[in-house]
């Protein structure tokens, strides 16, 4: 039965194992500038530049078609078989020529420029608060760097701009790259999705079934108490128990998982009530099955399609509850998760930058996987009972 | 002398608040010996079914007494219970229900004899292998089969009739048998009963259907409305009915090319509050019928409870 | 009267074909009562719903179903739905239990008459009190609810219905086997009676040989979704020439005694 959520499920799964792995960017890392916009908009704002220099590559070229970029950066080791006399220069629009480091007298060459640097800025003859990179750039003509003299044996410089545009999603406000957090955030979204519901799984059909079977004072007893932990009202204490627990990713799992098992378990107790009633239980009961044969051998298998629909239709809960605690901030920092990105782009300014690249793709990727969940719990309910699919009549 | 498997005395049953009473069953005797077997015949609402589940234990008895193989259910422990219902077997009325869905025909007929750990477990399925084969499954193809999703009704009820053979009980108590079965193949379970009663077993079989009643048990009993209007030997019940019901029963089944006769009258209403039950229909009715009839013998093994038999 | 040639109805499921019936010709007369009898199965339901054009839509239907000159199985819904009920009626086991809960049985007769035939209001309450007379059903019972009611008398009220439009003819499937035997016998009485003073043509379906053989004038035998033998009632107790009446007929023949003991 060809669903476009089974694929589309499949599709999650392996971004979310694969993904991190195959980004290239580490999406702790800062890479560009804050709130880049992605490449393909357009604009006057020039791109990263992320290029390195090597003994195999001594010359790098390009005409810069934007404005000039807030910084440069220039890094690295070049080590030398001899004694060198080399020089990093740069050929500015108009063919001006800068030397932006000369060679020490040792064989390691150490490079360290930052176009911040005050008194890089006085090297190159602009004043403390002015800006280095719009001497070294202009618009429509090109930059080059080259290392002169002696050819280095081993290093590498690495030359970076943070440039106005970066990757597929642009950045956020620490100029990290949004595509390698999305990414992140799907693996994140996954596990306390499915952790949580789980968890929830598990405690409604053990709590129903008991309830459901057992009967009479205890069946009371336990549904009250179910009552009483519907009536909580969740959010508040939520952020009471994150407080005093903390603000990991199993915290948050566990009190998902603890806080939503109460419609599963009254599912499964109504079902239970009813199956405990059927000829073939009381049969059971007749001829010395002890509750737990009952329970285990017979309600569980016969619970499990129930709960197979309950599982996936309450997945997208989980989420979009994370989501809702991770954007009022009850969760851990250092985890990446779409709602913690929703959190920081509302708190660090994302709105008023216009920054619709950070906004955008954690809000549909919400969407889109709860809807792709729900999907799937249709079609799992339909597999466990045909008189739900459309045009089948007895 | 033998020692009955069965006594039942003077079994009442009934349901409902205090406001609303129904009687299901009211005053009823019975009695089986080994090797012995009664059919209880009657219509829906006869009170048949709650008989054999008294029999049990399963329905609670509001009056009367009843014992299986010498105990009396009402002082028995739990434990002595789940062992008298393991020397009994009860085939329930609907065979639906009463097979664990999701189970094999093969499971399912194993199971209790793994509950009671009776052989053990390899031996557990051969028996129930054997067991199916007697119950006329021999197809091995469908002993793997899941009872809910691939059997049809009438192998759901072999294999419910397998299930309650499944401990070797003494005694075996069935409803409706043979009722998900073409007529070819109605006669088929009952021969598999029939056999394990000359092996000794007692049976005790609800049914509505008085021909097969008479055809595959030695006593029948006629049950309406919860009273017992009618017992005696099977064959006589047939040809010479006394009870007014018993013959509109009788006259009532389509024979070969011969229409059927309807000997009740019509009624609005079925209360018989006061007198005899069947008064409100009997067409041979007296004023003597506003008592209640008790039984009476009136012959050899038969008892009748009417003012006016006829035959 | 009603002619089937070479009905065919095959169901498209997920899994597989199935054929349920397969070439099957028969005929209904009227004032006649034909039986058809087989093993509990979808063949004979099948066939019955074919003429009333009530097949799912994973069915398909081949062959001619000739009625008043022109053939309904291909004919358009709008005509089907012009006879549906009113020259053909029909009577299933569960009919029963279909009953609208929270309705009278006279007004529910009266609604059909309303509905179907434009009769005025008085005209269809006096007139839904006389077809339950015709079906055994005295005057106390039009008021009656359905819950109120026996199993026979409910099979009576939907009799009652099936007839309300003055059909020709009556397709009955398994009106009976949910009803004890005393029941079975009244109500099998009753439509045998209706044939034989209406002249209305009835086509009783059943797995119950007996019953069949007591009530009709004419038997054919279904078995695995084909026509096996057909004749008069009469010839198929006694001489039966297929294999599978000869096994109908003998299993019956035990069950009632005859040759038995």
């Known amino acids: ?394 | ?311 | 009267m009603i002619c089937i040639r070479d009905l065919s109805v095959t169901y498209d499921t997920n899994a597989r074909k199935v054929r349920a019936v397969r070439e099957a010709s028969i005929d209904i007369h009227h004032s006649a009562v034909t039986a058809i009898v087989g093993e509990s199965g979808g063949g004979k339901s099948s066939l019955i719903y074919s003429i009333l054009g009530l097949l799912p839509p994973e069915a398909t239907a081949t062959g001619k179903i000739l009625f008043e000159g022109s053939d309904i199985l291909s004919a358009p819904e709008a005509t089907r739905r012009d006879f549906r009920g009113i020259k053909v009626a029909l009577v299933t086991q569960g009919a029963m239990n279909s009953l609208t809960p929270v309705i009278s049985v006279g007004e529910q007769i009266a609604e059909t008459l309303r509905t179907r035939l434009g009769t005025r209001r008085r005209e269809a309450a006096v007139k839904a009190s006389e077809l339950l007379e015709m079906v055994g059903l005295g005057p106390s019972f039009a008021v009656r609810f359905p819950h109120e009611l026996s199993g026979g008398e409910k099979q009576r009220v939907v009799i009652a219905l099936a007839i309300s439009c003055s059909p020709v003819f009556l397709l009955a499937d398994e009106p009976t086997s949910a009803l004890d035997v005393i029941t079975q016998a009244e109500i099998i009485t009753l439509l045998g009676g209706m044939v034989r003073e209406t002249g209305m043509g009835l086509l009783l379906v059943t797995h119950d040989l007996p019953l069949a053989s007591s009530v009709s004038d004419s038997i054919s035998v279904m078995h695995q979704g084909k026509i096996v033998e057909s004749g008069p009632a009469e010839k198929i107790m006694t001489s039966p020439l297929h294999p599978h009446t000869r096994d109908l007929v003998f299993a019956a023949n035990l069950a009632t005694g005859r040759g038995f003991q």
């Open chain 2, 1 to 311: 002398m033998r020692s009955p498997l069965l006594v039942a005395q003077k079994i009442t049953v009934s349901f409902g608040s205090a406001r609303s009473q129904v009687q299901a069953l009211a005053g009823t005797d019975l009695e089986i010996f080994p090797g012995e077997s009664l059919a209880i015949v009657g219509e829906s609402g006869s009170g048949k079914t709650t008989l054999l589940r008294a029999c049990l234990g399963l329905t609670a008895i509001s009056g009367g007494y009843a014992s299986l193989f010498g105990k009396d259910l009402s002082l028995c422990s739990r434990g002595e219970l789940v062992f008298l219902r393991r020397r009994s077997g009860y085939v329930p009325q609907d065979p639906f229900g009463c097979v664990p869905p999701t189970l094999s025909a093969l499971d399912a007929v194993s199971e209790p004899m793994l509950i009671a750990d009776s052989p053990g477990k390899k031996r557990a399925s051969e028996r129930a292998g054997e067991l199916l084969v007697e119950c006329g499954l021999a197809d091995r193809e469908i002993w793997k089969e899941r009872v809910r999703f691939s059997l049809s009704g009438g192998q759901r009820q072999r294999v419910s009739i397998a299930r309650a053979l499944a401990l070797d009980p003494e005694l075996l108590l069935a409803d409706e048998p043979a009722s998900m079965q073409d007529a070819a193949t109605r006669k088929g379970i009952m021969e598999i009963l029939r056999k394990r009663c000359e092996k000794g077993m007692g049976l005790v079989m609800a049914t509505h259907d008085l021909l097969l009643a008479s055809a595959s048990a030695s006593r029948v009993m006629v049950l309406y409305r919860g009273h017992v209007v009618e017992t005696g030997p099977s064959k006589d019940l047939l040809s010479t009915p006394a009870h007014p019901y018993t013959r509109a029963l009788g006259a009532a089944l389509p024979g070969m090319g011969h229409s059927p006769q309807i000997l009740v009258r019509r009624t609005d209403s079925l209360s018989g509050k006061t007198g005899c039950v069947f008064s409100a229909r009997c067409p041979r009715r007296t004023e003597k019928c506003s008592t209640p009839p008790f039984l009476i013998q009136i012959g050899a093994g038969r008892t009748v409870a009417c003012w006016n038999p006829g035959g």
């Open chain 1, 1 to 394: 039965m060809p669903r476009w959520s089974f694929a589309a499920f499949f599709i999650i799964v392996a971004a979310a194992i694969a993904g991190p792995s195959l980004l290239q960017t580490d999406p702790f890392e800062s890479v560009a500038r804050p709130f880049a916009p992605p490449v393909w908009t357009g604009g006057e704002e020039g791109p990263a530049l992320a290029v390195s220099l090597s003994p195999s590559k001594t010359l790098f070229e390009k005409k810069w078609n934007w404005s000039p970029p807030e910084n440069i950066s220039i890094r690295g080791t070049l080590s030398f078989e001899e004694d060198p006399s080399a020089s990093l220069v740069w050929t500015g629009p108009g063919g001006e020529r800068f030397v932006l480091a000369v060679s020490g007298d040792t064989r390691e060459w150490l490079i360290d420029i930052d176009a911040r640097d005050v008194s890089f800025k006085a090297s190159l003859g602009v004043p403390p608060f002015g800006n280095a990179t719009s001497v070294l750039f202009r618009n429509h003509e090109n930059i080059r760097v080259e290392i002169e003299g002696t050819t280095p044996s081993a290093g590498k410089i690495e030359i970076r701009t943070p440039g106005g545009k970066w990757g597929l999603m642009g950045t956020d406000q620490r100029g990290r790259d949004v595509l390698s957090l999305f990414t992140e955030g799907i693996r994140i979204s996954l596990i306390v999705g499915l952790a949580a519901t789980l968890i929830s799984s598990a405690l409604g059909l053990l709590v129903g079934l008991s309830s459901g079977y057992l009967g009479g004072k205890i069946d009371s007893f336990i549904m009250r108490g179910v009552d009483v932990l519907l009536s909580i009202p969740v959010l508040p204490i939520l952020m009471v128990i994150v407080g005093i627990w903390g603000k990991g990713l199993w915290q948050l799992i566990l009190i998902l998982g603890l806080f939503s098992w109460m419609g599963t378990a009254r599912t499964v107790r109504s079902l239970a009530l009813t199956l405990r009633e059927s000829c073939y239980v009381e049969n059971l009961r007749s001829i010395g099955a002890s509750p737990w044969y009952i329970l285990w051998r017979h309600l569980v298998p016969e619970a499990l399609p129930v709960l197979l629909a309950a599982v996936t239709l309450g997945v997208p809960g989980a989420i979009l509850a994370e989501a809702g605690l991770s954007f009022l901030g009850l969760s851990d920092p250092r985890i990446i998760s779409w709602g913690r990105m929703l959190h920081e782009a509302h708190g660090f300014g994302a709105f008023t930058a216009g920054a619709w690249w950070l906004i955008l793709p954690p809000g549909i990727g919400i969407s889109v996987i709860c809807l792709v969940f729900l999907d799937m719990g249709r079609a799992l309910e339909e597999i466990a009972d045909p008189r739900l699919v459309k045009g089948n009549r007895k």
